[in-house]
């Protein structure tokens, strides 16, 4: 049987320059779809699919991010005296549990690969969930949940992937696909952006990984890739002479939170599958689109 996967990483130490000014002195993952921030989205899905240690891999100006998985007692107390039982209920709802975070510095932004390497002394030789939060997900059960289904069969390494329109490819990581079905299949091969003309598919990676604790040992010896950056993308590709890499097609719809056109649309989508806000947003909208139907794929 394959080892239990407890731990998560989310690297958080990324500039976030998409975002400026916005980011200039707030991280990008406290910018909040509707009314919760983007990381919060990325550690409810991790705690859904049976993660119990949150590692965040931080960086400057991120301090924040730490205080927000804290509790904090003044804003408790004053909830409580104004009978704000809802709004208490859903932070401590929220929060981990004392002892289930860890925070580390990624001193210099030198990429992705470099950031999860940051993680190793306090993941250990245990398998890990890599969760990016920029990447968030309408989807039930959520992409996480959906690839440790599959990681209970087929152990390993596990990526989540979607389907793009092949001339997208160039700014992703990109999987060849090989047998199986979609809850489960054998990766091939993989490759960072990729020229269309020379992808292997267009199946990207989508910011969620299981991975085994070999990895670090090819992140310590990895040099700049793509963009001059470390990426995972090329210690997994090594490390697929070695373990398998099983690709889970998810069911759901992302969100590239990373991109003002991502970020803007999934907060329109999670505002219009909010019970307390969605009728009175749609009329909203419907006032600014004139009589242009919006409908909302799940
Ligand atoms: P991105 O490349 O999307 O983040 O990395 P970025 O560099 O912050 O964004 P832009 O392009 O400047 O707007 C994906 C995830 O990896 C983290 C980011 O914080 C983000 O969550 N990351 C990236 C790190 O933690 N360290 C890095 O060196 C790079």
């Given at each position: 049987?394959?080892?239990?996967?407890?731990?998560?990483?989310?690297p958080v130490?990324g500039?976030?320059?998409?975002?400026?000014?916005?980011?200039?002195a707030?991280p990008?993952?406290m910018?909040?779809?509707v009314?919760?921030p983007?990381?919060q989205?990325?550690?409810?899905?991790?705690?859904?699919?049976g993660i119990e240690?949150?590692?965040?891999?931080?960086?400057?100006?991120?301090?924040?991010?730490?205080?927000?998985?804290?509790?904090?007692?003044?804003?408790?107390?004053?909830?409580?005296?104004?009978?704000?039982?809802?709004?208490?209920?859903e932070?401590?709802?929220?929060?981990?549990r004392?002892?289930?975070?860890?925070?580390?510095?990624?001193q210099?932004?030198?990429?992705?690969?470099?950031?999860?390497?940051c993680?190793?002394?306090?993941?250990?030789?245990?398998?890990?969930?890599?969760?990016l939060p920029?990447?968030?997900?309408?989807?039930?059960p959520?992409?996480?949940?959906?690839?440790m289904?599959?990681?209970?069969?087929?152990g390993g390494?596990?990526?989540?992937?979607?389907?793009?329109?092949?001339?997208?490819?160039?700014?992703?990581g990109v999987?060849?696909?090989?047998?199986?079905?979609?809850?489960?299949?054998?990766?091939?091969?993989?490759?960072?952006?990729?020229?269309?003309?020379?992808a292997?598919?267009?199946?990207?990676?989508?910011?969620?990984y299981?991975?085994?604790?070999?990895i670090f040992?090819?992140l310590s010896?990895?040099?700049?890739?793509?963009?001059?950056?470390i990426?995972?993308?090329?210690?997994?590709?090594?490390?697929?002479?070695?373990?398998?890499?099983t690709?889970?097609k998810?069911?759901?719809?992302s969100?590239?939170?990373?991109?003002?056109?991502?970020?803007l649309?999934a907060?329109v989508?999670?505002?219009?599958?909010?019970?307390d806000?969605?009728?009175?947003?749609?009329?909203e909208l419907?006032t600014?689109?004139?009589?242009?139907?919006?409908?909302?794929?799940?």
């Open positions: 049987m394959a080892n239990r996967v407890r731990t998560a990483v989310f130490a500039l976030g320059t998409r975002f400026l000014p916005a980011t200039k707030m990008k993952e910018l909040t779809v009314d919760r983007v990381i989205y990325a550690v409810d899905e991790a705690r859904e699919a240690h949150f590692v965040f891999v931080t960086g400057r100006n991120k301090g924040v991010i730490e205080d927000h998985f804290d509790r904090q007692f003044e804003l408790e107390a004053t909830l409580e005296a104004r009978g704000k039982s809802e709004a208490l209920a932070l401590r709802r929220d929060l981990p004392a002892g289930q975070t860890s925070f580390t510095r990624q210099e932004p030198l990429g992705l690969g470099h950031a999860v390497w993680a190793r002394d306090i993941v250990g030789r245990e398998p890990f969930a890599l969760l920029d990447m968030i997900f309408q989807s039930a959520g992409v996480l949940k959906q690839m289904d599959a990681y209970e069969t087929t390494n596990v990526i989540a992937v979607e389907e793009v329109p092949m001339e997208n490819v160039a700014s992703y999987v060849a696909r090989g047998e199986g079905p979609d809850t489960g299949f054998a990766i091939t091969g993989m490759v960072e952006k990729p020229k269309p003309a020379n292997p598919s267009n199946l990207i990676i989508s910011g969620r299981i991975l085994q604790p070999e040992s090819l010896d990895a040099t700049a890739g793509a963009g001059g950056e990426q995972i993308t090329d210690a997994m590709h090594q490390l697929m002479a070695r373990q398998s890499f690709g889970v998810y069911q759901g719809r969100f590239d939170c990373g991109s003002k056109i991502g970020f649309t907060n989508v999670f505002a219009l599958d909010r019970p806000i969605a009728d009175d947003f749609m009329a419907k600014l689109t004139g009589d242009i139907p919006i409908s909302i794929a799940n």
